[in-house]
């Protein structure tokens, strides 16, 4: 059932249910007021007639009125008033026909003063009815209740009920069909939209109402939808560049060698070279693998307590492990006596691969192989890994893109390496809420990771 149907039999059956309700109630007000005006005038019937009975006799008021059920009047009893003695003896009867109340009802009358009930066709009012001699006399009046007032009033609500519930279902229709048709022209400009042409935006109104609200927060997820297109597009033509290259140099070495016999030494230079471009191959997919297991994973990666001083020196293991060439010199003038002042909340794999990253990058970069670290806690309450390296300095318009994938930066001092690594540092310092600042010294850059003490996952 599609959401106008289904909007559209919500609103009528909401409509139908209220005037329902409406006309009951209503029927029953006037309802109750026509039977309260009916039994007050039964009442006074009856109370004209007690009040005659005054004027009689002590012995008329106990001579008991004669039954005649024999007598059948031409017309039919539509009333009748009865009245009955202390000793429930009926004295009088306005019509010729035989009493029909049990003594059970007449005592219940004089316990409760008034007592309304029905019997057949005939509604019955009985109330008592003090003379002044003190005799106390029970009054019944009975008569068939009938109301043209409430009959008409019955039948005009009946019919202005379905007059009422036709022009709602009409107006309900056009109203459904009103509320609907933006979100039906989203649906249409949205289908309109191809993979070719991510730039086409949705028409955004200046009404400010919730459809306005919805367009503007498709066009943001618009955006970023083509964003990630143009990234995905130039990091699928960069990767297969990158990776081209050197499976190529490996295919021209291999063929190279195969032109001529050669000796052991110049195989062995071949297969170095080789062995080369193969761990170049094998870094750039590590990389892009951990990239790629980053952005996917998002915010369900795990997070509990990382001594960063253990892992900084976990990175600089492994660098040293990798690159004998690599000199490292810590500088602990400000490193603080606590150790827990250390203890960050994060991913302890992940920071592992940035500071590898970045120690690996100030070194390779440096012309002496050279990177100066130190680590210190701030007034902030933060842990502070400063790395310092003495490669030429980064222009500051060039700094954010250094995290971009492939970008390896104007200088022709930055020409190698995966142009991975920092787009990786970058995305574990997102996940971490980490803030890695880029700034410079008179003899090359400081890349500076602030890592708060207290990280929620």
């Known amino acids: 059932m599609s959401i106008r149907t289904k909007l559209a039999l919500w609103l009528l059956i909401t409509t139908s249910v209220l005037l329902l309700v409406s006309r ?31 004027k009689l006799t002590e012995e008329e008021l106990n001579r008991p009125s004669p039954d005649q059920p024999g007598v059948s009047p031409v017309i039919p009893v539509q009333e009748n008033v009865e009245i009955f003695n202390n000793d429930n003896i009926r004295i009088f009867s306005l019509q010729n026909e035989a009493s029909t109340m049990p003594v059970s009802l007449l005592q219940k009358i004089r316990n409760e003063n008034e007592v309304r009930f029905t019997q057949g066709k005939y509604d019955i009012l009985g109330f008592k009815y003090k003379l002044s001699n003190r005799h106390e006399l029970i009054v019944t009046v009975k008569s068939i209740f009938t109301s043209r007032e409430l009959k008409s009033l019955k039948e005009i609500l009946v019919i202005t009920f379905f007059i009422i519930l036709l022009l709602a279902a009409f107006s309900t229709y056009l109203l459904v069909n009103v509320m609907l048709a933006p979100i039906k022209s989203i649906s249409s400009d949205l289908a309109d939209i191809e993979g070719h042409d991510m730039h086409r935006r949705l028409a955004v109104n200046a009404t400010g109402d919730e459809i306005t609200s919805v367009r503007l927060q498709i066009n943001k997820l618009l955006s970023r939808i083509e964003d990630s297109f143009v990234s995905q597009r130039s990091f699928l033509s960069n990767l297969a560049h990158e990776v081209k290259n050197p499976v190529a140099a490996i295919i021209s070495e291999i063929e190279v060698s195969l032109t001529r016999q050669r000796n052991t030494d110049e195989y062995k230079a071949i297969l170095s070279q080789i062995r080369d471009e193969a761990l170049e191959i094998s870094d750039k997919t590590s990389q892009l693998t951990e990239l790629s297991r980053i952005s996917m994973a998002g915010n369900t990666i795990s997070f509990s307590d990382v001594s960063m001083d253990e892992v900084l020196w976990q990175a600089k293991a492994r660098l040293i492990s990798k690159n004998k060439s690599c000199k490292l010199r810590f500088h602990t003038d400000d490193f603080p006596e606590d150790f827990d002042s250390l203890v960050v909340s994060g991913n302890e794999g992940l920071l592992n691969i940035a500071l590898f990253n970045l120690i690996e990058n100030a070194c390779k970069y440096s012309p002496d192989h050279t990177a100066d670290i130190r680590l210190y806690t701030d007034d902030r309450h933060r842990v502070c890994i400063e790395i310092r390296d003495n490669a030429p300095v980064i222009a500051i318009e060039e700094r954010q893109k250094l995290f971009e994938p492939f970008y390896r930066g104007i200088a022709p001092v930055m020409a190698g390496g995966t142009g991975i690594g920092l787009t990786l540092v970058g995305q574990i310092v997102n996940v971490h809420q980490f803030e890695l600042v880029i700034s410079s010294h008179e003899k090359g850059n400081i890349f500076t990771l602030f890592c708060p003490l207290k990280v929620k996952n």
């Open 24 to 54: 009951f109630f209503i029927y029953e007000f006037f309802n109750n007021r026509i039977h309260d005006e009916y039994y007050r005038s039964l009442k006074n019937k009856g109370i004209m007639m007690a009040s005659m009975m005054s």
